[in-house]
């Protein structure tokens, strides 16, 4: 039987070195992925009866609780953005995900935003 070494993973300390030794670290770099801006964790109070809503709307659409959430401040942030800038005068700027006005976002792994099962969180004004 054949015996397979698995190479460990390269420390970013590392990688940070290897130029000072002159070093190519081209390799490490393939420009596929999009830079991300840091996730900074809050906390939130919510009232027995609210926590049950978001739970039944999470079970129902089959995505976590968080899910939920992030999805429903952001149609509501999305939502009050586009009243200041229609009462402005302005049009409304394209959505997120390049999707039209009644399209699901994509869905994304944990704590995403739900979408693609043809259900769609809603806002109130």
């Known amino acids: 039987m054949k015996s ?15 130029p000072d030794n002159g070093k ?15 996730i900074q964790r ?12 978001l739970e039944s709307a999470a079970k129902d659409l089959n995505v976590s609780r968080q899910a939920v959430i992030k999805t429903l401040i952001r149609q509501g942030l999305t939502s009050a953005r586009e009243r200041e800038l229609l009462a402005a005068g302005q049009n409304a700027p394209d959505l997120p995900w390049g999707l039209s006005r009644n399209q699901d ?12 099962s043809g259900s769609t969180l809603t806002v109130g004004p």
């Open 105 to 116: 976002p994509p869905s994304q792994t944990e704590g995403g935003a739900p979408g693609g």
């Open 24 to 38: 190519d670290v081209s390799r490490f770099f393939t420009n596929s992925g999009a830079m991300r801006k840091p």
């Open 42 to 53: 809050v906390n939130v109070d919510f009232t027995a009866s609210m926590l049950e809503e």
């Open 4 to 18: 397979t070494l698995k190479k460990k993973p390269v420390s970013a300390e590392t990688i940070a070195r290897m």
